[in-house]
């Protein structure tokens, strides 16, 4: 298994600002991955984040929106640039382990007014 | 592609009642199937998982069982109680399509009244 952390738990920015989210795991992980929750809905990947090599995003998300840094194997950081209200969801970082499992952080709750 | 199928939500159960969540799935190869639980104002956590075609994963009183010839992966518990109030999330992993991402249904809000 893996402990994730992130931080910060919550915010409430106002729009036109950017928020960077932090995610550091208790062992060294490959592979890592940024979700998405909207309010009531399900959850959306919004980029796979690989030690060395420049993040892989999904249809829909830009860099220059979400840009996401990956300096080593237990630390990943997600800036959310330019937020508007639609940006306003739970951002959760995933590892992925062995035995094809994935393991979710606590989820940062982000509030855009 | 890959997709997860979970029944519609809200469900409400008394305490001690039996909990079926449906959830079947399509995808392009031979997936392991997760279900993940959500308590209110937390992460997801792994509730249980499975690999193959009829292995059954099972977890404080959680079962579900891989069935590949309805392509299901229902979620069972006995006797609920009222800490099981939270959303369940089923999902797959296909590692044959060439990405590692989870592919998850929609939700189901479960809520336990003593």
């Known amino acids: 298994s893996a402990v994730i952390s992130q931080k910060p738990s919550r915010d409430i920015c106002q729009r036109g600002t950017s928020l960077t989210i932090q995610c550091q795991v208790d062992?060294?992980?490959?592979?890592m991955f940024w979700y998405r929750q909207q309010p009531g809905q399900s959850l959306t990947l919004i980029a796979t984040?690989?030690?060395?090599?420049?993040?892989?995003?999904e249809s829909g998300f830009v860099i220059d929106k979400f840009p996401i840094s990956r300096p080593n194997l237990t630390f990943s950081t997600l800036t959310v640039s330019n937020m508007s209200p639609e940006d306003s969801s739970i951002y959760l970082c995933?590892?992925?382990?062995?035995?094809?499992?994935?393991?979710f952080g606590p989820g940062t709750r982000l509030t855009v007014t | 592609g890959n997709s997860v199928t979970q029944m519609e939500g809200p469900v409400t159960l008394s305490e001690e009642a039996f909990l079926t969540i449906n959830c079947t799935y399509t995808a392009t190869g031979y997936p392991s199937l997760f279900w993940y639980v959500q308590y209110p104002g937390e992460g997801l956590q792994l509730l249980l998982k499975a690999t193959k075609a009829d292995d059954k994963g099972s977890n404080k009183g959680f079962e579900a069982t891989y069935r590949k010839e309805t392509t299901s992966f229902h979620l069972e518990k006995g006797s609920v109680q009222v800490s099981d109030s939270a959303v369940y999330f089923c999902?797959?992993?296909?590692?044959?399509?060439?990405?590692?991402?989870?592919?998850f249904g929609k939700g189901t809000k479960l809520s336990v009244i003593p």
């Open positions: 984040a690989n030690q060395g090599s420049e993040a892989t995003y």
């Open positions: 999902a797959l992993f296909d590692s044959g399509a060439g990405s590692y991402q989870l592919t």
């Open positions: 995933s590892v992925f382990v062995s035995s094809y499992e994935q393991y």
């Open positions: 062992s060294q992980v490959t592979m």
